[in-house]
């Protein structure tokens, strides 16, 4: 069985930083694209952040220049820094990931609640 864990998330003030992790445990083959998404509250989810097996990133352009997504393959973990936050960025952020465990398919989180408020 797979599992896609989320943390990191919490409460942080306009202009701070937040780090996400999103760890995927299971009997895992291989592990290919992994994004970030988030669902603002009373909105619907939103693509952020993609990263592929090889390192290749792609952004929303509300978050080029502040937010920074990353992985470890050898651990199976996918990171998000946030930076610079602003009210904005409030949201339950979720990962998702492409991998094989016998058959390719995605898996989702069950998502981490990122607030920001003075």
């Known amino acids: 069985q797979v599992q896609l864990v989320e943390s990191g998330g919490g409460l942080v003030q306009p202009g701070g930083s937040l780090r996400l992790s999103c760890a995927a445990s299971?009997?895992?083959?291989?592990?290919?694209?992994m994004r970030w998404y988030r669902q603002p509250p009373g909105k619907q989810r939103e693509w952020v952040a993609t990263?592929?097996?090889?390192?290749?990133?792609n952004y929303v352009d509300s978050v080029k220049g502040r937010f920074t997504i990353s992985r470890d393959n050898a651990k199976n973990t996918m990171y998000l820094q946030m930076n610079s936050l602003k009210y904005e960025d409030t949201a339950v952020y979720y990962c998702n990931a492409l991998l094989q465990v016998g058959v390719v398919s995605g898996y989702w989180g069950q998502g981490t609640q990122v607030t920001v408020s003075s």
């Open positions: 990263i592929t097996s090889g390192g290749v990133t």
């Open positions: 299971g009997s895992i083959f291989s592990i290919y694209v």
